[in-house]
């Protein structure tokens, strides 16, 4: 039942992004209609961790970080120039809801206490953020590569580079806040019932937060170095992708919770 109803909703957002890429006429451009199914996929996280108990699944960690991707670049594209971010961030959020559907849902065998839905909560709206600031260090790489190639034709439709590096230091701002609160979260828990261990998950997590601190520490000690804060949220971002891979993968303590 829980994979049906998130291929449904992957079914109502893949007209709406096709229609995006493919007609290009203002009708469908309107950021309004993306809105129906992030609405939806928000009370259906509410429902699958509220009613179903299953903060701690793989599948609502991605439907989670799916949603902070879209609603992120709804906010984004009110600047039409930041519409050029829909190549990565509309492909990447319908690929995490389609791997939500399909990954088994595992049953949460963990201790209900308001610190695990806190906990995961916070870590993955924190991953979103990363993601969105990947998105935007990818534009921002792809625009000053154009401009260092001399490639100028229709650079203006495209973000300057100092916009994309204010919003890619914003979103990993956000992020390293959001990671920082949901690890806290995780420990307090962990101790209130003597249960703290160290696997994957855990120990990606916090190999994870030292990144982002370095890169955060970094700007504001030496000033903007847009290129390094660019090439940063890259690489965050892809080991993001392979802690959240191997947790899964290898299991442990944090088997469907990270």
């Known amino acids: 039942m829980i994979q049906g109803l998130m291929l449904s909703i992957v079914f109502c957002y893949l007209p709406l992004v ?7 006429t203002k009708v469908w451009s309107k950021p309004v209609f993306l809105w129906f199914p992030i609405v939806l996929h928000t009370i259906f996280l509410i ?7 299953l903060w701690a699944s793989a599948a609502f960690g991605l439907s989670v970080l799916s949603a902070v991707l879209l609603i992120g670049f709804q906010i984004l594209r009110r600047n039409p120039r930041m519409n050029a971010l829909d190549v990565v961030h509309l492909p990447l959020g319908l690929l995490l809801m389609i791997l939500a559907a399909l990954i088994p849902t595992q049953e949460n065998i963990q201790a209900q206490s308001w610190w695990v839905p806190l906990h995961i909560l916070l870590i993955f709206i924190g991953f979103g953020c990363f993601a969105l600031s990947f998105g935007q260090s990818l ?9 260092k ?5 229709g ?13 890619n230091y914003i979103g990993a701002s956000l992020g390293f806040i959001a990671l920082s609160a949901g690890v806290s979260a995780g420990w307090f828990w962990a101790q209130s019932v003597d249960a703290w261990k160290w696997d994957f998950g855990t120990i990606g997590s916090v190999a994870l937060w030292i990144w982002y601190a370095i890169s955060i520490h970094a700007r ?13 949220s890259v690489i965050g971002f892809l080991v993001m992708l392979v802690v959240l891979f191997c947790a899964y993968l290898i299991g442990g303590w944090h088997t469907g919770v990270l």
């Open 220 to 232: 504001l000690i030496f000033g903007r170095r847009m290129l390094w804060s660019a090439w940063f």
């Open 139 to 147: 534009l921002f790489l792809f625009v000053r590569h154009r401009l």
């Open 47 to 53: 429902w699958l961790g509220g009613m179903q108990h």
């Open 149 to 153: 190639s001399k490639q100028l034709k």
């Open 18 to 24: 096709l229609a995006h890429f493919f007609l290009k």
């Open 155 to 167: 650079i203006g439709l495209f973000p300057s580079l100092e916009r994309l590096d204010r919003f």
